[in-house]
């Protein structure tokens, strides 16, 4: 059977859905937020996502975003994107993101049932065919990191980093309000998409956004005083390629 997640805060609609898709012989659950759904996604793996785009706490962009972070080259489930929204720019926004489709309010029971059908047969034969591939998504173009609390996911925007640095198996983010958010995952789960955002890998653990180099010291390596007085070690290795970005930025002590 297969297995239906329903994104949705308004508890009619959702409960509506859920009723709708049930009798249509699926499996469904449902999540009233953006990252219930993210939990869901992430335990279950769904066969496909209705979710809505206005919803507090994480919206619909927003989750799809953290999807496409976390799994990366996995295969994300057809996503169609429920919403009252039809700016072009919103439509634009969450195709860039992935999306397979728009569903607008208000829905047609039929219409929904159909699109639905659509993309789980689509997603058979491309299984079937071996031919299922991950959506490339331009990783610049997110605005923000998705980072796993023990508040649950929170989203981060990356000028608000000013380092990340790992420990094993651990990493931690230091932001600019002087808070510090420890990760259970490696710092290479996060490199590619820091270092589209304007930081730099300065040693194999340290990983600086570089808005916020605030002078640097000579040495072998050298260090950098960045934004809240912290001291970041440089790698020899690292040297050369940090010199070059801080001569543009025109770094004190450079």
């Known amino acids: 059977m297969e297995y239906i997640l329903i994104v949705e805060d308004d508890m009619n609609i959702r409960e509506s859905l859920q009723e709708i898709f049930e009798l249509s012989g699926y499996e469904v659950s449902t999540a009233a937020n953006g990252r219930m759904g993210y939990d869901s996604i992430m335990e279950n793996c769904p066969d496909l996502v209705i979710c809505d785009v206005d919803m507090p706490e994480l919206d619909g962009f927003e989750l799809l975003q953290a999807i496409n972070q976390r799994l990366k080259d996995a295969v994300i489930p057809p996503f169609l994107f429920l919403t009252a929204k039809v700016e072009p720019q ?62 649950g996911l929170i989203l981060v925007s990356f000028d608000e980093i000013i380092k990340c640095q790992a420990d094993r198996a651990y990493c931690t983010f230091h932001m600019t309000n002087g808070q510090s958010f420890l990760v259970s995952k490696s710092m290479k789960e996060f490199e590619q998409l820091l270092l589209d955002n304007n930081f730099l890998k300065v040693h194999k653990s340290t990983i600086v956004n570089i808005n916020y180099a605030k002078k640097y010291l000579r040495g072998k390596g050298g260090q950098l005083i960045m934004s809240d007085d912290s001291i970041v070690y440089v790698s020899v290795r690292k040297k050369e390629e940090l010199m070059k970005v801080l001569r543009h930025k025109s770094t004190p002590g450079v």
């Not at 047969?121 to 923000?144: H, M, P, T, Y």
């Open 90 to 151: 919103d439509l634009r926004q969450g195709m860039n993101l992935g999306a397979d489709d728009y569903i607008f309010k208000p829905f047609d029971i039929k219409d929904i049932i159909r699109s639905v059908r659509l993309r789980l047969d689509k997603r058979s034969k491309l299984v079937q065919n071996g031919n299922l591939k991950q959506i490339s998504v331009n990783n610049a173009a997110f605005e923000k990191l998705a980072l796993p609390s023990d508040e």
